[in-house]
């Protein structure tokens, strides 16, 4: 009788913890579901408005047109422009962002002491937690007027300052995941370099940046996508101005701004005015989506080079 | 027939990591164009005392030592030594082979190309050279510009001898340079220590007693940082002279 009892007992908290485990795992699929739920919403209204989009303007007008003047009396609907907006300050922030970077991560992975390493890098991080609207004023009050007082012909809202402050922006996100992909390279490999009489120098730069280029491709094309995606900074800093152009003194626009300057504006619901942000914006995430998907790609197939 | 040269020697060297005391009063002296072998239980600091020999051990946070070693009778923890310089007379093989990921031929230049050599035809004549006396020519003259990382690891480990010779170095140390190998390679790389030595100065730790019974001129048994009986390889493992040495060639610890 005695074990009758005991296993009832057991049986009946065998089921309060399967009735548990059932919850929790429901939970956990849920919030799993909602995320790719609302991942597919996006993509779906970004689809179905740019699909209405494109109804009234063709696909090749959209990609052939040299103007973007959607909200002036004389519509053009040229992307071009827009995207040679966001191609040009990406470009600079890179060119600012990658030297200075992949220096840092080579400086705190190859010279300087761990402790030291351990108290500069997560302050290094800090700077991508400053707000961006912090960035953009600081480009258009303090880079800008700096730039003019040698750049004679630089206007006040212009690509160029825009660029170089987005460029320290990712300076961390460069230096921190190439620091990271440095360090992966196998210790050995750093010792077999300086036992063959190599410097410092000629570690880093032959064997050490070579060994982690996938991983420093991988930091820079993620860097890419986060300047293509940057909104407040050249919203606030580069000027409004749609223009197909790569001369970096001049007002640009590019395609997040001008997504800014529609949602900002009065443009009614349901015009085609208001749809252009679609297209922009689909526009926008098929870049986003190629490059984080080429990073992905990279970081696979270069993975397991070592083992 | 005179003496030979001693290449290599230390004198009252002691090493530290920060507080721990890994070699004490270490004198030692090494016959040149001979092999040297280091024995000893893990944690003795027989890899310790190779990687002071060339240096490898500066970039180690709280590593210093104190005393001295000579390289030709010069002492090469002078401040007037370059350290790249030092790596370049005294090549080293380590325990896993770490070819770098680049072709055969760019491995095996690599040492030259740093220098500065820039001359095709030089490198070429270095490389088959290098890879001739490394044993490993004939298996890979036909795939130079394939990448070193499909190569088998016993001929992996001979290219990066191959590496270390190319830059003309006159000692070799080695640390454990078979232990991650099958008894095929192993008995590969032993044949070329044999070799290996008309020409070079050799220096090599294992683990491995019949390995440094088999390779080995000298051997120097390394115990809690001492270094407790340098003698004759044959001698040492016929008549060793410390109890301690006795009980670890006899395998009672270790």
Not at chain 2, 52 to 70: A, H, K, P, S, W
Not at chain 2, 203 to 218: K, L, Y
Request: aromatic share 10%; with cysteine; net charge neutral.
């Amino acid at each position: 009788m005695a074990f009758g009892n005991k296993s009832y007992t057991c049986a009946s908290i065998h089921n309060t913890l399967r009735v548990q485990e059932k919850i929790i795992e429901g939970l956990l699929w849920l919030s799993a579901a909602i995320t790719i739920l609302i991942t597919v919403s996006i993509i779906w209204v970004l689809l179905s408005e740019s699909v209405k989009f494109f109804g009234e303007v063709s696909i090749l007008r959209f990609l052939t047109e040299k103007e973007w003047t959607p909200l002036f009396a004389d519509k053009k609907f040229g992307i071009l422009p827009l995207v040679a907006g966001t191609f040009l300050t990406t470009a600079i922030a890179i060119a600012v962002a990658l030297p200075i970077g992949l220096t840092i991560a080579i400086y705190l992975n190859e010279y300087a002491h761990a402790r030291f390493k351990t108290f500069v890098k997560p302050l290094l991080e800090v700077l991508a937690t400053i707000p961006t609207v912090v960035y953009g004023f600081f480009a258009l009050t303090v880079v800008t007027p700096f730039l003019q007082s040698f750049i004679p012909g630089l206007a006040g809202f212009n690509a160029l300052s825009a660029g170089i402050v987005m460029g320290i922006m990712i300076i961390p996100m460069i230096s921190s995941l190439s620091e990271d992909a440095i360090s992966a390279v196998p210790r050995s490999l750093r010792e077999a370099a300086y036992g063959m009489g190599s410097t410092r120098l000629q570690t880093a730069f032959g064997v050490m940046v070579p060994a982690a280029s996938s991983g420093i491709l991988v930091s820079v094309i993620l860097a890419i996508s986060r300047a293509v995606g940057e909104t407040m900074i050249v919203a606030i800093a580069a000027g409004q101005q749609p223009r197909l152009t790569l001369n970096p003194l001049v007002p640009i626009e590019t395609i997040t701004t001008y997504i800014v300057q529609v949602s900002l504006g009065d443009v009614p619901h349901g015009s085609l005015e208001y749809r252009t942000i679609f297209a922009a914006g689909m526009t926008l995430f098929l870049f986003t989506f190629l490059l984080n998907n080429l990073s992905f790609w990279i970081k696979k197939k270069y993975q397991e080079k070592y083992d | 027939m005179t003496k030979k040269h001693s290449k290599l020697e230390a004198i009252n060297l002691d090493a530290y990591y920060g507080d721990f005391h890994a070699l004490k009063g270490i004198n030692i002296a090494m016959e040149e164009k001979a092999v040297t072998a280091f024995i000893g239980p893990s944690g003795c600091g027989k890899s310790t005392f190779l990687r002071t020999l060339n240096r490898m051990n500066d970039y180690i946070d709280g590593f210093r030592i104190e005393g001295q070693v000579l390289l030709d009778g010069r002492d090469i923890y002078a401040a007037d030594v370059r350290v790249d310089e030092l790596r370049k007379e005294v090549g080293m093989v380590f325990q896993k082979p770490n070819p770098f990921p680049k072709s055969i031929f760019e491995n095996v230049v690599y040492g030259l190309k740093i220098q500065g050599i820039k001359d095709k035809n030089v490198l070429q004549e270095a490389c088959e050279k290098s890879l001739q006396h490394a044993a490993l020519w004939n298996e890979v003259k036909d795939k130079l510009d394939k990448s070193a990382l499909a190569l088998s690891g016993g001929q992996q480990q001979r290219l990066c001898i191959a590496r270390a010779l190319a830059i003309q170095p006159s000692v070799i140390l080695m640390d454990e340079p078979a232990s991650a190998l099958d008894p095929i390679s192993t008995a590969k790389i032993e044949d070329l220590i044999h070799e290996l030595k008309k020409d070079y100065t050799i220096v090599i730790v294992t683990h491995n007693m019949q390995q440094a019974g088999r390779v080995s001129d000298h051997t120097a048994f390394f115990y809690m940082g001492e270094l407790v009986e340098y003698s004759k390889t044959k001698t040492m493992f016929t008549s060793p002279k410390d109890t301690r040495t006795q009980n670890y060639i006899t395998g009672r610890f270790g």
